[in-house]
């Protein structure tokens, strides 16, 4: 279904979009779902935050748990869900998730390296009910590209993959990541330009020192960084980032870090923060989305707007709490992480 | 600045298309910056610039240049 047709969808992103001007931001307003159902992948990119296996995986979340996370998520209002893996072309149920969540409920995306998504495979997947799928691409140069995720032909592949995204009418969108290393090489602006002559959108996805690059700070944008990425976004069409609202909203210009807002889900029914604060809220299996929601909110980390992404522009936060020995299918309690530090106690 | 005008003020604005194609024959999808994502700027434009706030059924139903004049009269706006 259409977006612009989509009443129920339509009316949870508006609700949305008036707390951020009502607001001044996403506060404490639930956003949407990240989900890692199976972490398998199939390709071996230097800088996967989530350490994917190139073999099979296999978590413990069933299609009875995402039948009862998907009812948890509508009634919270969330409007989203947002499928990563890993590689979601590999994950078998992937199909029937699709389904559980319901493209009459929720605006439903995937993020892939492409390789897989034919265009069978795209025109499946639209009639499924996925609206939006993102294609990782680091470079509009094929080796570059190749040589980051670590596969012979896998430039060649994202392109045709956004390609059949986009003829199978869903909407398809480039993510590239972007970090101080790179932001000032030419290629966001390249990859821009390249988004431009295809009509698809382009998601600004931060490096961050997490995963494969865990302890590399260096590769964290600064505010000088930042303030140049908003200088790019008024001259691009559908140039996005995750602090930015996701509606043109005139009040608000920076909605801010929605860690909590649209928590992450890992193969085990884990929630943390988001895919890269490796905290654990608590698990779907045995507590409601709405108290572990309101958990991660009781930390003023997350309750309160913090204009920036903490995991790819805050150093002294990732310093201080993303050290320890913590990972995607391994994170620390959060009370471990933060209390213990002795700052930004709840208790 | 007349309603008619600030009406397609809001299209030029909101779609980024020349306002000589803002007309009658304007509908969704009938060009391609009138998209899903664009409809939804041009609905925030729209409520900016008039101050209203539209109810789901009019978003949904706001399909061309001619039912839109038709859905702002519901919120007292003559364009």
């Known amino acids: ?347 | 600045m007349t309603n008619l005008e600030k009406y397609i003020a809001a299209f030029v604005e909101a779609l980024g298309v020349d306002a000589d194609v803002v007309n009658s024959t304007l509908s969704y999808q009938s060009v391609a910056e009138w998209d899903s994502v664009g409809h939804m700027s041009l609905i925030a434009e729209l409520e900016n610039t008039f101050d209203i706030e539209m109810e789901t059924d009019d978003v949904v139903d706001f399909s061309s240049f001619d039912t839109g004049i038709g859905i702002l009269k519901k919120y007292g706006i003559d364009v």
């Open chain 1, 1 to 347: 279904m259409e977006l612009k047709d989509n009443k129920r969808v339509l009316e949870k992103m508006r609700a949305f979009d008036r707390y951020i001007s009502e607001h001044g931001g996403v506060g404490t307003a639930p956003r949407g779902l990240l989900l890692n159902y199976s972490n398998a992948c199939n390709f071996k990119c230097q800088q996967c935050f989530t350490e994917s296996p190139g073999k099979p995986f296999c978590g413990t979340l069933s299609l009875d748990d995402i039948r009862k996370l998907a009812d948890e998520a509508d009634e919270l209002g969330m409007y989203e869900i947002l499928i990563e893996g890993g590689e979601p072309l590999v994950c078998k149920e992937l199909y029937d998730i699709i389904n559980i969540f319901g493209s009459d409920r929720f605006y439903i995306e995937m993020t892939s390296n492409g390789y897989l998504l034919t265009r069978q495979i795209a025109e499946k997947l639209k009639q499924a009910g996925m609206s939006r799928v993102s294609i990782s691409l680091d470079s509009t140069k094929p080796e570059i590209h190749d040589g980051y995720r670590g596969v012979k032909g896998a430039y060649d592949h994202a392109l045709k993959a956004l390609k059949n995204a986009k003829d199978a009418g869903m909407q398809a969108s480039v993510n590239f990541l972007v970090g101080h290393y790179n932001i000032h090489s030419g290629e966001v602006e390249e990859i821009a330009e390249f988004c431009q002559e295809h009509d698809y959108h382009f998601s600004l996805v931060l490096a961050v020192p997490t995963g494969n690059w865990k302890g590399k700070f260096d590769v964290m944008l600064t505010s000088e960084d930042a303030a140049y990425l908003e200088s790019l976004r008024g001259k691009y069409k559908h140039f996005w980032r995750d602090i930015w609202p996701p509606l043109p909203n005139k009040k608000v210009q920076i909605s801010g870090c929605i860690a909590v807002n649209r928590p992450y889900i890992n193969p085990y029914g884990d929630v943390l923060p988001c895919s890269y604060l490796h905290m654990k809220l608590g698990n779907i299996k045995e507590q409601p989305l709405k108290e572990i929601m309101e958990y991660g909110f009781s930390y003023p980390y997350f309750s309160e707007q913090h204009y920036c992404c903490y995991a790819g522009e805050d150093v002294r936060f990732m310093k201080q709490y993303c050290m320890h020995d913590m990972s995607i299918l391994e994170p620390i309690d959060i009370k471990e992480v933060l209390n213990n530090r002795g700052e930004n106690n709840n208790d």
